[in-house]
């Protein structure tokens, strides 16, 4: 009974102020908060308790405007995870030496010209009277972002689909901005915004990921409560929207930047299956569940059982993350994040590949002439970044059929060796004469005339180390 009551005032609410908005209240209020712990990253400056009726009722409101005459909705600062104490201070050495084995080789998700649409922008911020360390981080901050890549394309990957951060890109290398703020500007949230905002970092094409070089929180972001499935969906580009990560948090196995930019894309709604109060979930293990209440009455259930998942998004996909969920299902009919426009679905997701050819090589195919050639077998060993996305061999043959077989030795991180890959065949004018896409290894053939044949391999991402093997018969 008391559920429906508070629904119904929830409604009530919305459809003077926002009837656009989806979301039911839940009936949690922030002046319940759990109390300020600077160990934890928690405090409440900058925030005001949202006004009754507002967007922001039962979470935070960011005082200053978002241009449309608003504040930001917040649920407040996410406590570190045990072990991270945020005001202690991590040194450069330590921040570069945790970076050092994927530094030479981390590359972020590249999309596109980099540039156009949708993009994450990543800034390093720090305050006027702390030593700014940006240029020691150059090769640490990729790989950071890098991690939030893995997270998102594991997710992606189990859901059955693809899906790749739209970072903010210069010849796919992850552009990080250099931000000085005054001496109040790491302070708090609020701070930090506006004085971003006042620079110009105030796009409503932007997702705005901060390393703040500061121990105030853990992690902190904007999230509009909408459930709404739509493009139009507040948290897809209403406004500018802004993930905060101090720097004991930084690069996290558990990744508080995937936290963080999750938060900015719409998840976890307080109306999903498995959502709490404060923008998070309950079904254990998950990159975004955590008891958010305090001595509320969430308590959080291990339904996922295999504590590495603490690493990836949402248990069973059922709550914020599916690239397809099942007809009914909460997902397909509610916001997903899946869908926001921050993250692309790739060239070569299953949903729009050809299958792979089942043409087998055969030696019957083989026009029944002379003599018989022996068998001949090169192979070829490379990588694939980011930055190097295709990767072409080039081989001899007399007539007959070249056969090509790829294979993955390697994928970075989480990143996921069902990933698709395309193989091209090209003659010597460059033309492609057969193509095939499907997952490692994966083998093309062909009966080809006497010259020079191209094998070209691509993958979307991210960095693999593969083994080319062509075979003439
Ligand atoms: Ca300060
Ligand atoms: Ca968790
Ligand atoms: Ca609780
Ligand atoms: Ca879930």
Same mark, same amino acid.
């Given at each position: 009974?008391?559920?429906?009551?508070? %629904? =119904?005032?929830?409604?009530?609410?919305?459809?003077?102020?926002? *009837?656009?908005?989806?979301?039911?209240?839940?009936?949690?209020?922030?002046?319940?908060?759990?109390?300020?712990?600077?160990?934890?990253?928690?405090?409440?400056?900058?925030?005001?308790?949202?006004?009754?009726?507002?967007?922001?009722?039962?979470?935070?409101?960011?005082?200053?405007?978002?241009?449309?005459?608003?504040?930001?909705?917040?649920?407040?600062?996410? /406590?570190?995870?045990?072990?991270?104490?945020?005001?202690?201070?991590?040194?450069?050495?330590?921040? #570069?030496?945790? +970076?050092?084995?994927?530094? %030479?080789?981390?590359?972020?998700?590249?999309?596109?010209?980099?540039?156009?649409?949708?993009? &994450?922008?990543?800034?390093?911020?720090?305050?006027?009277?702390?030593?700014?360390?940006?240029?020691?981080?150059?090769?640490?901050?990729?790989?950071?972002?890098?991690?939030?890549?893995?997270?998102?394309?594991? %997710?992606?990957?189990?859901?059955?689909?693809?899906?790749? &951060?739209?970072?903010?890109?210069?010849?796919?290398?992850?552009?990080?901005?250099?931000?000085?703020?005054?001496?109040?500007?790491?302070?708090?949230?609020?701070?930090?915004?506006?004085? =971003?905002?006042?620079?110009?970092?105030?796009?409503?094409?932007?997702?705005?990921?901060?390393?703040?070089?500061?121990?105030?929180?853990?992690?902190?972001?904007?999230?509009?409560?909408?459930?709404?499935?739509?493009?139009?969906?507040?948290?897809?580009?209403?406004?500018?929207?802004?993930?905060?990560?101090?720097?004991?948090?930084?690069?996290?196995?558990?990744? &508080?930047?995937?936290?963080?930019?999750?938060?900015?894309?719409?998840?976890?709604?307080?109306?999903?299956?498995?959502?709490?109060?404060?923008?998070?979930?309950?079904?254990?293990?998950?990159?975004?569940?955590?008891?958010?209440?305090?001595?509320?009455?969430?308590?959080?259930?291990?339904?996922?059982? +295999?504590?590495?998942?603490?690493?990836?998004?949402?248990?069973?996909?059922?709550?914020?993350?599916?690239?397809?969920?099942?007809?009914?299902?909460? =997902?397909?009919?509610?916001?997903?994040?899946?869908?926001?426009?921050?993250?692309?679905?790739?060239?070569?997701?299953?949903?729009?590949?050809? *299958? /792979?050819?089942?043409? *087998?090589?055969?030696?019957?195919? #083989?026009?029944?002439?002379?003599?018989?050639?022996?068998?001949?077998?090169?192979?070829?060993?490379?990588?694939?970044?980011?930055?190097?996305?295709?990767?072409?061999?080039?081989?001899?043959?007399?007539?007959?059929?070249?056969?090509?077989?790829?294979?993955?030795?390697?994928?970075?991180?989480?990143?996921?060796?069902?990933?698709? #890959?395309?193989?091209?065949?090209?003659?010597?004018?460059?033309? $492609?004469?057969?193509? &095939?896409?499907?997952?490692?290894?994966?083998?093309?053939?062909? +009966?080809?005339?006497?010259?020079?044949?191209?094998?070209?391999?691509?993958?979307?991402?991210?960095?693999?180390?593969?083994?080319?093997? $062509?075979?003439?018969?």
């Amino acid at each position: 009974v008391r559920r429906v009551a508070v %629904a =119904l005032v929830a409604i009530g609410s919305l459809i003077v102020v926002t *009837p656009q908005l989806a979301s039911s209240g839940p009936n949690w209020r922030a002046s319940e908060r759990p109390p300020d712990n600077p160990q934890r990253g928690v405090h409440y400056r900058g925030l005001e308790e949202g006004q009754a009726g507002s967007e922001c009722e039962y979470m935070y409101e960011v005082t200053g405007s978002n241009g449309r005459g608003q504040g930001y909705c917040t649920h407040g600062p996410d /406590p570190a995870p045990p072990g991270i104490d945020v005001t202690r201070e991590r040194t450069t050495v330590e921040l #570069v030496a945790g +970076t050092a084995g994927e530094a %030479a080789t981390a590359a972020v998700d590249c999309v596109g010209d980099g540039t156009s649409g949708k993009r &994450v922008e990543a800034i390093y911020a720090v305050a006027s009277d702390r030593t700014n360390r940006y240029a020691s981080l150059t090769a640490s901050f990729p790989v950071w972002a890098a991690r939030v890549d893995s997270v998102v394309q594991a %997710a992606a990957t189990a859901t059955g689909g693809e899906r790749h &951060v739209r970072w903010l890109t210069s010849g796919c290398d992850l552009i990080v901005r250099n931000v000085t703020l005054s001496a109040l500007g790491d302070d708090n949230i609020a701070n930090t915004m506006s004085e =971003l905002r006042n620079m110009g970092y105030n796009r409503t094409d932007r997702k705005y990921l901060l390393w703040v070089d500061s121990n105030v929180y853990c992690g902190i972001a904007t999230i509009w409560p909408d459930d709404s499935p739509g493009s139009s969906n507040r948290n897809n580009g209403y406004d500018a929207s802004f993930a905060r990560v101090d720097t004991p948090c930084w690069g996290n196995v558990n990744s &508080v930047e995937a936290h963080e930019l999750v938060h900015n894309w719409g998840g976890v709604q307080r109306t999903a299956p498995h959502g709490t109060p404060n923008f998070h979930c309950f079904d254990e293990y998950d990159r975004l569940c955590y008891d958010d209440d305090g001595n509320g009455p969430v308590s959080m259930q291990i339904i996922c059982n +295999t504590s590495s998942l603490e690493a990836q998004l949402d248990c069973n996909h059922d709550d914020y993350f599916n690239v397809s969920p099942a007809t009914g299902s909460w =997902l397909a009919s509610h916001w997903n994040v899946a869908n926001s426009g921050w993250l692309e679905a790739a060239e070569g997701s299953p949903t729009t590949t050809i *299958p /792979p050819t089942t043409v *087998p090589p055969t030696t019957t195919t #083989v026009a029944p002439t002379t003599t018989t050639r022996p068998t001949r077998t090169t192979t070829f060993t490379g990588t694939i970044t980011s930055k190097r996305k295709t990767a072409t061999h080039s081989v001899s043959a007399a007539a007959g059929v070249l056969t090509a077989t790829v294979t993955f030795s390697k994928v970075n991180a989480l990143a996921v060796g069902t990933a698709m #890959v395309k193989l091209d065949l090209l003659n010597a004018s460059n033309k $492609v004469v057969q193509s &095939v896409t499907g997952a490692s290894p994966l083998t093309l053939s062909r +009966t080809v005339t006497a010259g020079t044949w191209k094998v070209r391999i691509t993958r979307q991402s991210h960095d693999v180390s593969y083994s080319l093997k $062509v075979t003439r018969t």
